[in-house]
T-cell receptor, first 114, second 111 residues
Framework: NAGVTQTPKFRVLKTGQSMTLLCAQD?????MYWYRQDPGMGLRLIHY???????AKGEVPDGYNVSRLKKQNFLLGLESAAPSQTSVYFC?????????????FGNGTRLTVT | AQSVTQLDSQVPVFEEAPVELRCNYS??????LFWYVQYPNQGLQLLLK??????LVKGINGFEAEFNKSQTSFHLRKPSVHISDTAEYFC?????????FGAGTTVTVRA
């Protein structure tokens, strides 16, 4: 099993450009999450989804949009990238136990916005 | 909303020495706590969790943590570390059906 796969692994954007990060999981998990990781700040939740067709805002949703059209995929979009969005982005998935079962993480996408 | 505070940002330690990583949480009626580990250039993986029951929780790779309600702490310990334990460690608390993570503690094990 591949687990949670994130594409791309690295990306450099210019300010104002747009992009979509793709997360795919093959574990039939209901819940999926997007986090960003910044030095000294740990992981902060951007958006999450509790099932196909549903999304919700996390702690830091501004400047991002998400979609969950298929159960196995969770897309994170940046419509107009800003330098403050330079970060490492992690996708995770889990069973629907409200955070009590382990989160399975991808290996991250390192995004630089210049 | 519940939160966790990791008291040490960096912990250098020699191989085969013990290590303790400190985590305090904001008080609540019920609390669910976790420790995750992140090896270089990888995502996070679960080390151990406290949901209820015994306050001493054992995890993978020889780690254990003790839930202390009176001190609102959930410190992670390992009696003897290996070079391969070099990683970043995150304490997390369940918060309204989601996880909130601490800022992380970087453990560097030296020979």
């Amino acid at each position: 099993n591949a687990g949670v796969t994130q594409t791309p692994k690295f990306r450099v954007l210019k300010t104002g450009q747009s992009m979509t990060l793709l997360c795919a999981q093959d574990m039939n998990h209901e819940y999926m999450y997007w986090y960003r990781q910044d030095p000294g700040m740990g992981l902060r939740l951007i958006h999450y989804s509790v099932g196909e067709g549903t999304t919700a805002k996390g702690e830091v949703p501004d400047g991002y949009n998400v979609s969950r059209l298929k159960k196995q995929n969770f897309l994170l979009g940046l419509e107009s990238a800003a330098p403050s969005q330079t970060s490492v982005y992690f996708c995770a998935s889990s069973y629907p136990t409200g955070g009590l079962s382990p989160l399975h993480f991808g290996n991250g996408t390192r995004l630089t916005v210049t | 909303a519940q939160s966790v505070t990791q008291l040490d940002s960096q912990v250098p330690v020699f191989e085969e020495a013990p290590v303790e990583l400190r985590c305090n949480y904001s008080s609540s009626v019920s609390v669910y706590l976790f420790w995750y580990v992140q090896y270089p250039n990888q995502g996070l993986q679960l080390l151990l969790k406290y949901l209820s029951g015994s306050t001493l929780v054992k995890g993978i790779n020889g780690f254990e943590a003790e839930f202390n309600k009176s001190q609102t702490s959930f410190h992670l310990r390992k009696p003897s570390v290996h070079i391969s334990d070099t990683a970043e460690y995150f304490c997390a608390v369940r918060n309204d059906y989601k996880l909130s993570f601490g800022a992380g503690t970087t453990v560097t094990v030296r020979a």
